[in-house]
């Protein structure tokens, strides 16, 4: 029962400072250059182990799928499956669990670290809202680039699989592009991005809500990032089901 009640305790003070600090966003002074900071760090400064983690999860899908597919005679529709696979599941959890351990980790080393050495108190003694200052561009900047990096993972783990399709695999470039077109739809996209929304916020509002609130030193900011880490990856991985249930599949068209 003990934990149980430290969890919805937790729980709730994690909701109560996501809400406030979105809330303070919409409040002058305003802090875009603060939240345009945060797409930088998250997008601009991930781009590198996005793009090889993208290419080498997308070769590796195209080869273990013609594998299973090759034996049954149908390898030319290797192309749809990595296609389908990638924008709808995998980039965007491989995604968020790749920058959860870049940005989300750092998010909360640099808020505990701040609270340790009593930083946030000093923002506060200054009238200077942390929530407003820190939180919330970060939970921002999350959600907005988090999806542009899903675009880039699905669009580098496809040429991926194409060149391991085309050059390993042996299958026709032209088959592999046309089965590809045939059965992917532009909502197959939406949904991998509509999923990097949610996955952006999860990863920073974690990390931002266990920065706030570390304490103990230098003991309390590992303990805080490793915790980060460990529950976005795990949420985000749950969520993920959830979501594939929710978001509806119906607006999808053959063409």
């Not at 290419?55 to 749809?80: E, I, K």
């Not at 701040?114 to 820190?134: C, F, G, H, N, W």
């Not at 931002?208 to 880490?229: F, H, I, L, Q, S």
């Given at each position: ?32 250059r603060l939240v345009l ?62 920058v959860a351990g870049r ?153």
């Amino acid at each position: 029962m003990k934990h149980i009640r430290e969890m919805l305790v937790n729980l709730g003070a994690w909701a109560i400072l996501v809400t406030q600090s979105l809330v303070w966003m919409f409040r002058p002074p305003f802090r875009l250059r603060l939240v345009l900071d945060e797409i930088e760090f998250v997008g601009n400064q991930s781009l590198n182990i996005i793009a090889l983690t993208s290419l080498f999860t997308g070769a590796v899908l195209a080869y273990q799928s013609w594998l299973a597919l090759s034996t049954v005679g149908t390898d030319s529709l290797v192309g749809a499956s990595v296609a389908l696979s990638l924008v709808r599941e995998l980039a965007p959890v491989m995604t968020g669990i790749v920058v959860a351990g870049r940005a989300g980790a750092a998010m909360a080393a640099k808020l505990g670290i701040m609270r340790v050495t009593e930083q946030i108190d000093a923002l506060e003694v200054m009238a200077i809202s942390p929530k407003q200052y820190l939180i919330g561009p970060r939970i921002i900047g999350g959600m907005i680039a988090t999806p542009l990096l899903v675009a880039v993972f699905g669009l580098i783990g496809n040429l991926g699989g194409l060149a391991v399709g085309v050059y390993v695999c042996g299958i026709d470039p032209g088959i592999y592009v046309q089965k590809m077109k045939y059965f992917m739809a532009p909502w197959d996209f939406y949904h991998g991005v509509i999923k990097g929304i949610f996955f952006g916020f999860v990863f920073s509002s974690i990390g931002c809500y266990k920065g706030y609130v570390a304490k103990n030193g230098a003991e309390g900011v590992g303990r805080a990032t490793n915790e980060a880490v460990v529950y976005a990856t795990v949420l985000i991985l749950v969520l993920d089901f959830f979501l594939s249930i929710l978001i509806p599949t119906g607006l999808r068209t053959q063409g």
